[in-house]
Nanobody, 126 residues
Framework: QLQFVESGGGLVQPGGSLRLSCAAS????????IGWFRQVPGKEREGVSC????????NYADSVKGRFTISRDNAKNTVYLQMNNLKPEDTAVYYC???????????????????WGPGTQVTVSS
């Protein structure tokens, strides 16, 4: 059974940094495209970033470009999301998810992803 565990969330001041981790069990992460999503109450889940399984290419939402970096450590079967210069509007529950195939220009749509972690809360506040 495919399972994820996200970690690394917490409370941080504006301008601060966090690194989220997405550790997989029951499967090998590098066979899948892995996405990070976030959601706030009352809003749809938003695609933040993804890393393509076939060539390691990455995508980012415009709102996080230049601040967030996605990466994978195949030896640890873990994908990371380094978040720098955090803003209050980054506050959300962050989820990692796996897709069997890379969706190209629509990578940010949650419908492509079949496997989801339980999420980790990120709060950016002074």
């Amino acid at each position: 059974q495919l399972q994820f565990v996200e970690s690394g969330g917490g409370l941080v001041q504006p301008g601060g940094s966090l690194r989220l981790s997405c550790a997989a069990s029951g499967f090998t992460l590098d066979y899948y495209t892995i996405g990070w999503f976030r959601q706030v109450p009352g809003k749809e889940r938003e695609g933040v970033s993804c890393i393509n399984s076939s060539n390691g290419s990455t995508n980012y939402a415009d709102s996080v470009k230049g601040r967030f970096t996605i990466s994978r450590d195949n030896a640890k079967n873990t994908v990371y999301l380094q978040m720098n210069n955090l803003k209050p509007e980054d506050t959300a529950v962050y989820y990692c998810a796996a897709a069997d195939q890379y969706a190209g220009g629509t990578w940010y749509l949650s419908l492509w992803y079949d496997y989801w972690g339980p999420g980790t809360q990120v709060t950016v506040s002074s």
